[in-house]
């Protein structure tokens, strides 16, 4: 990777974290590495992290990681420069993969959200939808969460400084539950939980403190979620119910914005 | 003397300033000699919370508003949950408070590390990042890093996990951690302590730039401890009402050059939330060893240096992890660990002290149990103009400063004040004109 940077002596792969409408919270999940951040940045040049450092290199990077999604003109036009810029681009986070919670516009009346927190509407520049940087650019892998795990962070790292593909899970929150020796709080309990269809990686940690799973990780590769709303529904959970537990950080990934659309009807009528 | 003192026009910009939440940018214009305008510019892009929380269920906000904040997540949670069980008639009670304010002192013990050492240190070595202050003092960065690490460790401990916690709800926690859980806290807690009050002496021998700022402060007060979560919000002006109160006296403005709106003090005064804030306020409800570290760092009474909110920063370090000590000394589970939560029609408001400010929330919610009106009302916003007030000062001071010692100036009159733009809804990028 070394000859890609062309920074002279200085050998090790660059790296470049960019925020749009986020958070911070995932990048804050690197900062949270504290027994690797200096292993980290002794690894990698960290070339532009503007929430860590105030110097900045300019591309080619080697890797750059994406946290926030798209929801200004500006942001649709500095994420090209971003993908031209760099050599792997890696996206972080819910709303870098899905859109976020601010994805909850698209499914509103265009303007009607600007207009109920600002008193000036048109002193705003932003786009009627938030939408996930894959729907700009072409994203060579995404890391999921609502915040990422810190281990799949340092996973996605490692794997790419040794030229490797990294091992992520693309199974269900349940086999989480079951490996940890969880007692299932759907089937116990009947509390709604969307771990069934949810992609594992944050540890099970909600059915582990007694709640349902609310989706932070976005929806697993084979997600059955017609028949966890069927379920849902004969335990008593109401659509509007349904609608919200598959609309919050992950509303726009498109298994789950299908499902809650199925049921909206509901909550439109409100 | 520098080149450009001499010029009659003169611009100074800086593209983005680093080491803080979110984006947002800085101008400031020097028309002869002297400062006409200043400006704090936030764009980054709004995400409009308050009204996506419009028509979702009233448990929902501790975990949706969390998401304004990767940093200080549980100052949503907290403010949240007190704006619904005040609209709910609910009170928690002193076992489950106390489990809170131990989450919270994690939230405070995280954050303040993060941006003390981390963030706003490496201005007063010339560094560009906590990295390049390694390479010159990296005994204090593993300090900063472990007492981070003890903050994350309490997060996870009561809320199961350091950026947007799962256990917090409405009424309580869904699960009350074991006595064995929390006193294992107490080791980390301790060896924190020790490095916090190490954090003060380190700070307090920096040189800070000679600034003095008139602020108005706005914090809250509790005659028990030093706020947190608790209490009601006064001022240095003899304001002391509740949450309500407050979100009726302070009143927010839209201006074009920023998605955050700007908070006046009945519509009129600019004022300051966050350490100073707290420290005037709240001086003598200091713990202990707190205060030992004050008085040893020569704080006493109100500190009106902002660059010196960087001292004030770390004595809260060693406040929180006395306040995070004692209730894991006492701790025993709340049983049960929250109570119930009443499906009835309400409004209610919450306040609580984010790690950089009063953090207020307000909901009205209909008999159907949703949310019919939100107000989130972040610490950024309210400190806007005050921040923009010391950036004025600041340039007027350092008008014989070179265009780039000005610009790193004004950075660093910013990151004094840990500005979460995020929260604020939102870009710093500095520029000072002068013509």
Request: charged content about 25%.
């Amino acid at each position: 990777m070394s000859e890609r940077d062309g920074a002279g002596a200085d050998v090790r792969p660059s790296l470049a974290v960019w925020k749009l409408a986020s958070c911070d919270g995932c990048q804050l999940t690197l900062l949270d590495c504290e027994e690797e951040l200096l292993a980290i940045a002794g690894a990698v040049r960290i070339a532009h992290f503007t929430e860590m450092s105030s110097a900045s290199v300019s591309g080619p990077y080697d890797v750059s990681l994406v946290e926030g999604s798209i929801t200004t003109e500006e942001d649709a036009a500095r994420i090209g420069e971003v993908r031209r810029s760099s050599r792997t681009l890696v996206t972080i986070g819910a709303c870098a993969t899905a859109g976020g919670i601010q994805s909850l516009r698209n499914f509103s009346e265009p303007g009607s959200f600007a207009r109920t927190v600002y008193a000036h509407p048109e002193y705003l520049r932003s786009l009627e939808t938030s939408t996930p940087v894959e729907a700009h650019v072409r994203v060579d892998l995404a890391l999921h969460g609502c915040p990422i795990d810190r281990g799949q962070l340092l996973e996605v790292v490692a794997a790419l400084l040794a030229g490797r593909r990294p091992v992520l899970p693309g199974h269900s929150v349940c086999e989480q539950c079951k490996s940890r020796g969880t007692v299932c709080v759907l089937v116990a309990g009947s509390t709604p939980c969307l771990g069934p269809v949810t992609r594992a990686g944050c540890g099970a940690i909600c059915p582990a403190v007694g709640r349902g799973c609310f989706g932070c990780f976005g929806p697993a590769d084979t997600a059955n979620t017609a028949s966890l709303a069927r379920r849902l529904a004969a335990d008593g959970v109401s659509p509007d119910a349904v609608v919200r537990l598959f609309r919050t950080f992950n509303a726009g990934a498109p298994a789950f914005e299908k499902e809650s659309r199925a049921h909206e009807r509901g909550l439109l009528a409100r | 003397m520098s080149e450009g003192s001499l010029r009659a026009e003169r611009t100074v910009a800086v593209e983005g300033i680093a080491r803080v939440e979110g984006e947002g940018s800085l101008r400031a214009v020097v028309r002869d000699g002297s400062v006409s305008d200043v400006e704090l510019t936030i764009f980054e892009p709004p995400r409009f919370f308050e009204a996506l929380l419009q028509g979702r269920d009233r448990l929902e906000p501790p975990d949706i508003t969390a998401r304004i904040c990767g940093i200080c997540p549980v100052a949503y949670q907290m403010s949240s949950c007190r704006a619904v069980e005040d609209a709910l008639g609910i009170d928690v009670g002193p076992d489950i408070a106390a489990l809170r304010r131990l989450l919270y002192c994690g939230e405070w013990i995280q954050s303040h590390a993060l941006h003390v050492t981390l963030l706003h240190a490496p201005d007063f070595f010339g560094c560009a990042d906590a990295v390049e202050l390694a390479s010159l003092d990296s005994a204090a960065v593993e300090r900063a890093l472990r007492l981070k690490r003890v903050g994350n460790l309490v997060m996870e401990t009561v809320g199961g996990r350091a950026v947007h916690p799962v256990n917090v709800r409405v009424g309580g926690f869904y699960r009350a951690p074991t006595r064995e859980e929390v006193g294992a806290l107490e080791g980390p807690l301790r060896e924190a302590l020790d490095l916090a009050r190490k954090t003060v002496e380190w700070t307090s021998g920096f040189d800070f730039p000679d600034v003095t700022g008139d602020y108005l402060f706005v914090a809250l007060h509790d005659p028990d401890r030093y706020a947190i979560d608790s209490g009601r919000v006064v001022s240095s002006a003899g304001l002391d009402t509740d949450a309500a109160g407050f979100l009726e006296a302070a009143v927010e403005e839209h201006v074009e050059r920023s998605t955050a709106l700007h908070s006046r003090l009945f519509g009129r005064d600019e004022y300051l939330t966050g350490p100073l804030a707290r420290f005037a306020l709240n001086e003598g409800q200091l713990g202990p060893v707190a205060r030992r570290a004050a008085t040893g760092a020569g704080l006493v009474g109100a500190c009106r240096n902002p660059f010196r909110s960087i001292v004030v920063r770390s004595v809260e370090l060693v406040e929180a992890c006395e306040q995070a000590l004692g209730i894991v000394g006492s701790y025993a589970p709340p049983a049960p660990g929250a109570v119930e939560v009443p499906a009835r029609a309400g409004t209610g408001a919450g306040a609580t002290e984010a790690p950089r400010g009063l953090l207020l929330h307000r909901y009205e919610i209909g008999p159907d149990g949703l949310i019919d009106a939100a107000r989130i009302v972040p610490p950024t916003a309210q400190n806007q103009l005050s921040i923009e007030a010391d950036l004025r000062r600041v340039v007027e001071r350092g008008l014989e400063l070179s265009d780039s010692a000005l610009a790193a100036r004004c950075e660093q009159a910013v990151r004094n004040h840990d500005p979460c733009i995020s929260c604020a809804a939102h870009f710093l990028d500095v520029e000072v004109v002068r013509t």
